[in-house]
């Protein structure tokens, strides 16, 4: 099974920037087989899906962070990233990240997570 880490989140203030990363160990896996994920999770609220990118490179960011996050990734680094630029305090969240290595469909790996505050 993929190892997942991510690191990169804190305090930030509005309008700031923050750079995720995700990155990946273990499991045998190709950086061109598999889809990344990333998730977020607000206080008292239900997890969501930020951003994505699959193994070919397209890419996805829901309608809320549209123009403002970016993912991407480091083939050579096995890791992945969301860049969030123009911060809001409603970006605040705990930040996983997942994969589906397996081509099933499924979310096969979950990192532990990365909390990000934002403040006004």
């Known amino acids: 099974q993929v190892h997942l880490v991510e690191s990169g989140g804190g305090w930030a203030q509005a309008g700031d920037s923050l750079i995720l990363s995700c990155a990946a160990s273990?499991?045998?896996?190709?950086?061109?087989?598999?889809?990344w994920y990333w998730f977020r999770q607000p206080p008292g609220m239900r997890r969501e899906l930020v951003a994505s990118?699959?193994?070919?490179?397209?890419?996805y960011v829901t309608d809320s962070v549209k123009g403002r996050f970016t993912v991407s990734r480091d083939n050579d680094k096995n890791t992945a990233y969301l860049q969030m630029n123009a911060l809001k305090p409603e970006d605040t969240a705990v930040y996983y990240c997942?994969?589906?290595?397996?081509?099933?469909?499924?979310?096969?790996?979950w990192g532990r997570g990365t909390q990000v505050t934002v403040s006004s």
């Open positions: 997942a994969v589906d290595s397996t081509g099933l469909g499924t979310y096969d790996s």
């Open positions: 273990g499991g045998t896996f190709s950086m061109y087989g598999m889809d």
């Open positions: 990118m699959t193994g070919s490179g397209i890419t």
